[in-house]
């Protein structure tokens, strides 16, 4: 019976149900297209193949939007577990391989500010294990094994939330947040009466406005409808841009300590605010690794690190 049906032609071609599968879990073609390394036309030829393939619509398309049919969900759903079971008996064959490595993704400000300069001691304290950093901040797929790590800041007021099926996580650390600008900038608003003012000011977002929306709530500010400003995508392009005198930023410790130390950047004083928390950077897993001592072994130094700083 399994001969029967892993007969070639029982099976549609295996790269339009990768694609497939990462329509369905993204959401949209462009964004699946941008997690497979593929142009988004590629894949929309993909999603038609496997649909004249099986001779039915896999998703509803409306207004530019796309979402599964209910068929689609049931086909999504098996395809996508025996995706996932693939990728586990790989990654099974290729541990003896390598099992001591770790593949870790990170939020890049995160990643060069305060990881990085950690990894050597972590390296000198578990010689057997070997640890690969990618900065980056797209999330990684960790159900199908992009890396074994995922380590991000989520805010408290906005999406999306750590997490998800058969996913694992835990709240690293929740900093202060605070507004920074260069020396110049900062003299500007040496005379600031109230952190009204600063509602109008020369404010640097990242990939949108909420961080600065949640911090001024935070501080009992009116905020209106549009705020001002660039948006710079990137928390470490944020405050590379404040450093060069484009405006004020929001960041922690973990992002500017050294940057404080050295002048290039100051802390603001601003009347009647304060530091705020807004999130927390967090460290997820898949549930069923979660256990796996090098995965344990990090987790733990990285906990340890930070409840350490946080004391000091």
């Not at 990654?91 to 939020?107: H, T």
């Not at 710079?232 to 405050?239: D, E, N």
Request: with cysteine; charged share 25%; aromatic share 8%.
């Amino acid at each position: 019976m399994s001969g029967e049906l892993l007969n070639p032609k029982a099976l549609p071609p295996f790269a339009a149900l990768r694609a497939f599968e990462a329509v369905g879990r993204e959401g949209g073609i462009r964004k699946a297209a941008a997690s497979l390394g593929l142009d988004h036309a590629v894949v929309s030829r993909h999603i038609r193949q496997l649909e004249d393939w099986l001779g039915l619509p896999l998703f509803q398309r409306s207004g530019g939007r796309m979402g599964l049919t209910e068929a689609g969900r049931g086909y999504h759903e098996r395809v996508s577990g025996a995706m996932v079971e693939l990728a586990s008996a790989t990654l099974e064959m290729m541990r003896d391989k390598n099992d001591g490595l770790v593949n870790i993704w990170c939020v890049p400000g995160f990643a060069a500010q305060w990881i990085a300069p950690r990894l050597a001691e972590f390296d000198a304290l578990n010689p057997t294990i070997s640890v690969e950093m990618r900065p980056t901040d797209a999330v990684a797929d960790l159900m199908m094994r992009e890396a074994d790590i995922d380590v991000r800041y989520y805010g408290d007021d906005w999406l999306p939330t750590p997490g998800g099926r058969g996913l694992k996580y835990v709240e690293l650390a929740r900093p202060e947040v605070f507004v920074v600008a260069s020396p110049q900038v900062a003299a500007r608003f040496a005379d600031a009466k109230s952190a009204q003012s600063f509602v109008n000011g020369p404010l640097l977002h990242e990939e949108h406005h909420e961080q600065w929306r949640a911090w001024f709530r935070r501080n009992k500010v009116q905020v209106p409808d549009n705020l001002a400003g660039p948006k710079l995508w990137h928390a470490h392009l944020a405050i590379a841009a404040a450093k060069q005198g484009r405006g004020i930023a929001l960041a922690n410790n973990y992002l500017v300590e050294r940057d404080l130390e050295q002048g290039e950047l100051v802390q603001l004083k601003v009347p009647d605010a304060g530091p705020r928390i807004l999130g927390a950077y967090v460290f997820a897993a898949c549930e069923e690794r979660w256990n796996w001592p090098p995965i344990t072994r990090l987790r733990q130094y990285l906990q340890a690190s930070l409840n350490v700083e946080a004391v000091l």
